[in-house]
């Protein structure tokens, strides 16, 4: 049985938890119904309610249209020793530094030193992690990944001096939406936006932690919308997903749907031609990362369209094959 | 007929369908090859309600294609976390949860003391052995604690000198999209948080569904003891179970593979499996020179490229190539094979020219990554085979795209 599989972690354990406590004072059954459609599965009230208000486990007790809790106090359920050592685990990890202070993360290595920790660092290799990752005991990116994260939690203005690849350093005020981390890249990235004063609009903008030069609150007025930060993220993208052709050799479909199965994608098999169709949606500041990912699966996978990106894969065939001397 | 639950008693029911569903995307109910109808239907109906939102479907030739697609760029949690929330219980492990619970609050009480004030205050009659059996179960776990006053066990709340809150639960919501990471939401769902503030970018959330036998590995590892793994072949679907000593997990970053890397004894080297083909893991005692087993691997580890320590000829290979780089322009692409060149030698030969050289045990591993250069290769060295492969690519390359002989297409 896995240490990990336990109802104690559950959804329905989770819901009759928040149940009981918001009962202390009463709770109507429309109440118990939305903590369920809240965090319940699609089915669980089907299955939750009889036994919590059918009075099968005998938790509530009904007073006029309200269930009152039969205990006297809430439920908070202490740490596991599984969660225990999952946390231990972290206290070894170089990027724990980010968030607390030496003191603090003295303090939790104490209260954890009886614990094994879950896992190591060491454990895992990945042969693949780029080796210009950012630089986490380093105290000026501690201290601006730490004034960064706060204007995310706050939703205020930060002010970042940035030194940029191409265009050198600047200064302005961005408007964090959230922190956006890549293991492959082993970097940090600010989601943020700028408010473009010609366009008078909002325009999304991703800044590597690694390249920022300084972070402080800015002392600008309000001018983007939590809520205008949200749509321009999780808005969808505009541009026409790529339309690909997986042929069935090599292992390439497994390999393919595996590596891109963290992109919104539709595919469908035509069983005829034993081929595999699928459309990836992306957002364009990843265009040239997915021409590469795309190219590294040779004649396995075939580009179909938008035609601007199948123009980028041919530019990119053509100078190979002046390279081969012409000869295919 | 068996009434339909949405939770379930063994995860492993749920593990391999789920799997499929997320990574292809495209299976309709004849791809699935298990026994009935009705099972395809009950885990199918189980995948929507646990996924809710994040799984879709759209018609195809073959019929209805239910698939389950999140950009994990834009989500907060791991929707197949929902996955591990779904074990079922009995009526006494959630009527005991509560009160038992209930009762410790304010002293610490025998298996006895507690069984009856359960009764009075529930209503119902519960057996001294399976209030005892819970109460075990729970100090087993962590949740309250054991202790021997006189002749008799008494059981209390576990006082956690560890509470997720401000500092460490910003850390918990970004560790949860790591390593095990189900256990760190499993923190934020009991602290009443939700990870608000990180994505993640190259995430592969269905490596949770390892997540079981990643821990036991884990947890082996730790322990120095040898485990009896059951394979699953993902072509044949036979299960084998051999005996090995765990040294590492390999993962691939960019492939979303994750490997158990092993000391096979009998055969006297390292073998990798995929952790998604691992069905289960059984610790079955201590692994003699434990350490000699780690410090052989790390001699070898820095010759492998991904995973593989086989190669052609079992002996260290390895493979060059000659790219054209623009100097004055594509000093990007210098940075771009110094970070992803896993210490691989790159110098300049001529104007514009640069070689990249590199020796591992199975250059057929690297194949992937030299043809992200295409359109840059000027010559590529390694054994015939592999050369071969490449020349067959690029040529299919160019068939496949109707580029001609004048350096053109052919449209």
Redesign the interface.
């Known amino acids: 049985m896995?240490?990990?599989?336990?109802?104690?972690?559950?959804?329905?354990?989770?819901i009759?938890?928040?149940v009981?406590n918001a009962a202390r004072d009463g709770i109507s059954k429309k109440d118990i119904e939305s903590i369920i459609a809240e965090r319940g599965?699609?089915?669980?009230a089907f299955?939750l309610l009889p036994?919590l208000i059918g009075g099968?486990?005998?938790?509530l007790e009904r007073r006029g249209d309200l269930y009152y809790s039969?205990?006297?106090?809430g439920?908070e359920?202490?740490?596991?020793?599984?969660?225990?050592s999952?946390?231990a685990?972290?206290t070894n990890?170089p990027?724990?530094g980010?968030?607390?202070?030496g003191e603090?993360l003295t303090r939790?290595r104490g209260?954890?030193k009886e614990t094994?920790?879950?896992?190591?660092a060491a454990?895992?290799?990945?042969?693949?992690?780029?080796?210009?990752g950012d630089p986490y005991g380093d105290a000026v990116y501690i201290a601006n990944f730490r004034e960064i994260?706060k204007a995310?939690?706050g939703g205020y203005p930060v002010a970042i001096a940035y030194a940029a690849?191409k265009t050198g350093v600047s200064e302005r005020t961005y408007y964090p939406f959230?922190?956006?981390?890549?293991?492959?890249?082993d970097k940090f990235?600010l989601?943020c936006a700028v408010f473009d004063a010609k366009a008078q609009k909002p325009v999304k903008r991703t800044l590597n932690l690694g390249r920022v030069i300084s972070a402080a609150p800015s002392g600008l007025n309000r001018r983007i919308s939590r809520e205008e930060l949200c749509r321009l993220?999780?808005e969808q993208s505009a541009n026409p997903p790529i339309t690909l052709e997986i042929t069935n050799e090599r292992n390439a479909?497994?390999?393919f749907?595996?590596?891109f199965?963290?992109?919104?994608?539709?595919?469908?098999?035509?069983?005829v031609r034993g081929v595999?169709t699928c459309q990836i949606?992306y957002?364009l500041d990843d265009e040239a990362e997915l021409l590469?990912?795309i190219?590294?699966?040779?004649?396995t996978v075939?580009v179909l369209g938008p035609q601007g990106f199948?123009d980028k894969?041919?530019?990119?065939?053509?100078?190979?094959?002046?390279?081969?001397g012409?000869e295919? | 007929m068996a009434e339909f639950?949405?939770?379930i008693k063994n995860?492993n029911k749920i593990r391999s369908f789920m799997r499929d569903f997320?990574?292809?995307?495209?299976k309709t109910r004849d791809d699935f090859s298990i026994k009935s109808a009705r099972t395809y239907d009950n885990e199918k109906r189980r995948c929507?309600?646990?996924l809710?939102d994040a799984m879709k479907w759209?018609y195809?030739?073959?019929g209805k294609?239910s698939?389950v697609?999140?950009?994990?760029?834009?989500i907060p949690a791991n929707p197949l976390f929902?996955a591990?929330?779904?074990?079922?219980?009995t009526?006494n492990?959630?009527?005991l949860?509560?009160y038992i619970?209930?009762a410790l609050?304010a002293a610490v009480k025998s298996a006895e003391e507690l069984t009856e004030e359960i009764a009075q205050?529930?209503?119902?009659s519960f057996d001294l052995q399976t209030v005892r059996g819970k109460c075990n179960e729970y100090a087993?776990?962590?949740?309250l604690t054991r202790e021997k006053i006189g002749k008799k066990y008494v059981y209390g709340?576990?006082?956690?000198?560890?509470k997720?809150e401000k500092?460490?639960l910003?850390?918990?919501k970004?560790?949860q999209?790591?390593?095990?990471g189900?256990?760190?939401n499993?923190?934020l769902?009991?602290a009443?948080a939700v990870n608000?503030?990180?994505?993640?970018?190259?995430?592969?959330?269905?490596q949770t569904l390892e997540?079981?036998v990643l821990?036991?590995i884990?947890?082996a590892?730790?322990g120095r003891e040898k485990i009896e793994i059951a394979l699953v072949g993902?072509k044949s679907g036979k299960t084998v179970k051999p005996t090995v000593v765990p040294a590492?997990?390999?993962?691939?970053?960019?492939?979303?593979?994750r490997y158990l890397?092993a000391y096979i004894p009998s055969a006297g080297r390292f073998f990798t499996y995929r952790l998604d083909t691992v069905k289960s893991v059984e610790a079955v005692g201590p692994a003699e020179n434990y350490d000699e087993t780690q410090k052989a691997l790390s001699r070898n580890?820095g010759k492998?490229?991904?995973?593989s320590f086989d190669g052609e000829s079992r002996n260290q290979t390895g493979f060059s190539m000659t790219l054209?780089i623009d100097e004055g322009r594509e000093g990007?692409i210098i940075?771009r094979i110094?970070?992803?060149g896993?210490g691989g030698v790159l110098e300049r030969v001529g104007a514009n020219t640069f070689k990249f050289t590199r020796t591992v045990f199975d250059a057929n591993e690297a194949?992937?990554?030299v043809?992200?250069f295409?359109?840059?290769?000027?010559s590529f060295e390694a054994s015939d085979r592999l050369k071969k492969r490449l020349c067959g690519?690029?040529?299919?390359?160019?068939?496949?795209?109707g580029?001609d002989?004048t350096?053109?297409?052919e449209e």
């Open positions: 896995s240490a990990l599989f336990s109802e104690i972690y559950g959804c329905y354990f989770g009759v938890s928040r009981l599965f699609s089915e669980t299955h036994g099968e486990w005998s938790f039969k205990f006297d106090g439920f359920r202490p740490l596991t020793r599984l969660e225990l999952w946390l685990a972290l990890d990027r724990i980010l968030f607390l202070s603090s939790l209260a954890l094994t920790p879950a896992f190591d454990d895992f290799v990945s042969a693949d992690k780029r080796l210009d994260l995310c939690k690849e959230k922190l956006s981390y890549s293991e492959l890249d990235r989601l993220f999780l479909p497994e390999r749907f595996l590596q199965a963290s992109f919104d994608r539709k595919t469908e098999y035509d069983r595999y949606s957002d590469i990912r190219l590294s699966f040779g004649p075939r199948l894969i041919k530019e990119r065939l053509i100078k190979q094959f002046r390279l081969c012409g295919r | 639950s949405e939770l995860f997320y990574i292809y995307g495209f929507e309600s646990y809710g759209t195809s030739g073959g294609v698939f697609s999140a950009d994990c760029g834009a929902s591990w929330k779904s074990k079922s219980f009526t492990d959630i009527t949860h509560f619970f209930d609050r205050k529930s209503q119902r087993g776990l962590g949740l709340l576990s006082q956690n000198a560890v997720p500092e460490l910003d850390a918990v970004f560790f999209g790591g390593s095990l189900v256990i760190g499993y923190i769902d009991n009443d608000d503030l990180f994505v993640f970018k190259h995430s592969y959330i269905a997540d079981a821990y036991d884990l947890t590892i730790r993902s590492k997990i390999l993962c691939g970053l960019s492939s979303g593979r890397c580890i492998v490229w991904g995973v054209y990007y940075n110094n970070k992803e896993r194949m992937p990554w043809k992200t295409i359109g840059r290769i000027i690519d690029l040529s299919r390359m160019f068939e496949m795209y580029i002989k350096g053109g297409t």
